[in-house]
């Protein structure tokens, strides 16, 4: 294929490497919210089965991830900025995943991604649009967790409890 060398893939390979995704956002943003509680010294207590609502704090709000981040980078001082300051791609990937399309162009694996914006003019912008190769969903999924790894770090940095 054009000198690249694309492994092959099949549907496990495709699902697995989405689960690996999937599970290292979902890493990602517990680790942020559980950061911005201690950064923001509150407390949380485990919700029990009988519970019908909880106190509002970093974990229980509504925050989107792009959000956490932004809450996160802005709670970074000077020194701890050049070291743990987190970038926007997580996000944008998973805004890919949540909203976009997933074709099959080919009518094979592997799968593209489409994610389009909003209507102007009568276009749409194309935001997102990438082969889910078996290499971009591998340096994807560890891009991920090199980020939950830099919250962690800077929590550890902190004498935050890791949890």
């Keep these: ?43 949380f207590t485990s919700p029990k089965p009988e519970d019908t609502d ?23 001082d000077s020194s701890e900025s050049v070291q743990f300051t987190l970038g926007d791609k997580s996000v944008r990937i998973r805004d ?25 003019s009568g276009r749409v912008r194309i935001e997102y649009n990438e082969v889910l190769t078996v290499d971009w969903l591998d340096n994807t999924w560890k891009t991920i967790n090199q980020q939950k790894e830099l919250v962690t770090a800077c929590s550890k940095k902190r004498g935050y409890p890791i949890t």
Excluded: Q
């Design 54 to 76: 909880v106190p509002l704090n970093h974990i229980t709000n509504f925050a989107s991830l792009g959000w956490l981040i932004k809450e996160y980078n802005s709670n970074l």
């Design 96 to 120: 890919a995943l949540t909203h976009g399309r997933l074709v099959a162009p080919m009518k094979d694996y592997p799968l593209t991604l489409w994610k389009f914006g909003r209507v102007r």
């Design 1 to 43: 294929m054009g000198g690249t060398d694309v492994k092959m893939m099949d549907y496990k390979d495709h699902c697995l490497r989405i689960g690996y995704i999937h599970t290292n956002l979902a890493a990602l943003e517990s680790a942020l919210r559980f950061f911005l509680l201690k950064a923001n010294n509150e407390t």
